[in-house]
């Protein structure tokens, strides 16, 4: 007897933001089953949810006591905010249900997904699919609450926000899933934001790389993480839309694009902040005292320059979150005797703009063609960076979506 194909299906929040979404996507659910795959349906918590539920932890931990004030139990936070998936899980299993689709719900502990003890940013590091397998084989189908996990102490672990499309893309590898669909409110991958760019197309195919390199710049398709996880265990990602049936954008490898274009999307993140050390001393090590302690607080640094040594004095800048810049000072500012510097600038009015295409690997001046249409619209760079597949500049904020649509234009990117 043939084993029927299985296929892994995602919902985010705005997917199942209410009882008549739940339907909705269930009903596509039903569609998967119908046609013959064995399915599990890994779910976000309703639109909104994930928030309301950190909400009402910030307010219980707001009274100043043993901890001080804004400080709490980050395994007590894990149980409350992990609580939203698994209300979506077993809704989600009811209306299927009534749909005439056998189904259970599963919360991560039941699976289980095994992750490290980081709560509030735990990574998998196991999926025992068994239970839910031998369920299959009883023609039932899995409804999983993503987003979560049980330690190794056995306490609810939470994988970070966005963490269910990592959940997704675990369980489509733990099961060995033809794909992994991705439903979201958009339908696919755009070569750049269509609220920004109104000529942005949507892309049929785009290699691991580009996405997880578009992922890490700001693209907010998909999590950064899952990607990779896709990326390492050759699992098909498809973005869709819930709402309608439009082809979606396919994640796959680099070898199975025909036609790769020298630059594929242009992404763009506001909320970043340029920070500089001004006169540190030019002397070996220092700049492992400067991201040590950064690292070690887990302040995410991205772009690094370092100016040219003058009467053995250097300036050193880097790029970092907005949200991480008074936590990143205070760390400076603890290791200033072990550093040495003059004193900490910090620009928090700026963005990052980047280039992203696999093509870059074989095709030469994507960085001059970048920066004479920046210059023609008389765009400044501050801080540049590149890899192998992309090039990125951090520019005035005010200029973000100018910078776009100039690239996206220059790049021909608005032309089928």
């Known amino acids: 007897m043939t084993t029927p194909p299985r296929l892994v299906m995602k919902f985010g929040g705005t997917s199942v933001a209410d009882l008549e979404r739940i339907r909705n996507a269930a009903s596509r659910v039903k569609r998967e089953v ?6 599990a349906v890994v779910v976000s918590a ?21 901890n001080s004030p804004g400080f709490y139990d980050a395994r007590e936070y894990d149980s409350v905010v992990a609580s939203g998936e698994q209300v979506t899980s077993g809704l989600m299993a009811i209306v299927l249900q ?21 709560h509030g940013s735990a990574r998998i590091t196991g999926i025992d699919t068994t239970k839910i397998e031998e369920r299959f084989g009883q023609g039932m189908h899995a409804v999983i609450a993503g987003f979560q996990g049980v330690s190794p102490e056995g306490r609810i672990t939470t994988l970070g926000r966005g963490g269910s499309d990592t959940s997704a893309v675990a369980f489509a590898a733990a099961l060995g899933a033809e794909r992994c669909d991705i439903y979201t409110d958009v ?16 892309l049929a195919r785009i ?17 950064t993480r899952s990607v990779e996880l896709a990326m390492n265990h050759g699992v098909k990602l498809m973005v869709r839309s819930s709402f309608s049936d439009d082809p979606g954008t396919l994640v796959c490898p680099e070898e199975e694009i025909v036609e790769k274009n020298v630059v594929s999307g242009i992404a763009a993140e506001r909320g970043q902040a340029k920070v500089t050390l001004l006169k540190v001393a030019d002397r070996p090590g220092v700049a492992a005292s400067i991201f040590g302690p950064l690292a070690e607080g887990g302040v995410n640094v991205d772009m690094i320059v370092q100016n040219i040594s003058e009467d053995g004095f250097t300036d050193m800048t880097f790029s970092c979150a907005e949200d991480d810049v008074a936590r990143a000072k ?8 072990k550093i040495g510097y003059r ?38 760079i501050k801080v540049i960076t590149t890899s192998e597949i992309k090039v990125s500049v951090l520019i005035s904020r005010k200029y973000l979506e100018l910078a776009v649509q100039s690239l996206h234009a220059a790049f021909g990117l608005d032309k089928v």
Not at 103 to 113: E, K, Y
Not at 330 to 337: I, R
């Open 187 to 202: 339908d696919g991958v755009y070569t750049t934001d269509p609220r920004i760019e109104r000529k942005a197309r949507k």
């Open 46 to 66: 309703m639109a909104g949810e994930t928030n309301r539920l950190v909400g009402y932890v910030r307010e219980a931990a707001a009274t100043p006591g043993a």
């Open 34 to 39: 119908e046609a013959g795959y064995h399915v």
């Open 207 to 223: 290699s691991f790389e580009e996405m997880l390199e578009l992922a890490s710049l700001g693209a907010k398709v998909l999590q």
């Open 98 to 118: 009534e749909m005439g689709v056998l189904a259970r719900s599963w919360a991560g502990w039941q699976a289980p997904v095994t992750t490290t003890s980081a």
């Open 330 to 337: 205070h760390l400076l500012e603890n290791a200033e005797p």
């Open 343 to 380: 004193e900490i600038v910090v620009d928090d009015d700026v963005a990052k703009v980047s280039v992203v295409g696999v093509g870059m690997r074989s095709h030469s001046g994507v960085a001059q063609t970048m920066f004479s249409a920046l210059a023609s619209d008389g765009v400044n």
